[in-house]
Nanobody, 125 residues
Framework: QVQLVESGGGLVQAGGSLRVSCAASGRTSSIYVMGWFRQAPGKEREFVSTITWSGGTTYYADSVKGRFTISRDNAKNTVYLQMNSLKPEDTAVYYC??????????????????WGQGSQVTVSS
């Protein structure tokens, strides 16, 4: 089992920046990829970004590309999502997730068996 604990998030004005963090514990050696998803009120959960645990290969949704940066610190078993140039439409609960190597699409939430508790990010206009 892998446990994920998120921190960060909060309230910021449009154009501002926030960072969310996700610390993994437990069987972290089983992790192949970690990702960030978000869910806005009344909407389905959507893919934001992923990073492979060993190689550090990153992927981004088109809606955040160029504004968000995902990174990891393997020594701390922590993944970060730096969010810049935030827009009101970025308002959502942000969830981190972890998955072993399964061959499934890493942009799909069903690939991830482990989830954090969620962090609220609110961007005011």
């Amino acid at each position: 089992q892998v446990q994920l604990v998120e921190s960060g998030g909060g309230l910021v004005q449009a154009g501002g920046s926030l960072r969310v963090s996700c610390a993994a514990s437990g069987r972290t050696s089983s992790i192949y990829v970690m990702g960030w998803f978000r869910q806005a009120p009344g909407k389905e959960r959507e893919f934001v970004s992923t990073i492979t645990w060993s190689g550090g290969t990153t992927y981004y949704a088109d809606s955040v590309k160029g504004r968000f940066t995902i990174s990891r610190d393997n020594a701390k078993n922590t993944v970060y999502l730096q969010m810049n140039s935030l827009k009101p439409e970025d308002t959502a609960v942000y969830y981190c997730a972890a998955a072993p190597a399964t061959g499934q699409l890493i942009s799909k939430d069903y690939t991830y068996p482990y989830w954090g508790q969620g962090s609220q990010v609110t961007v005011s206009s």
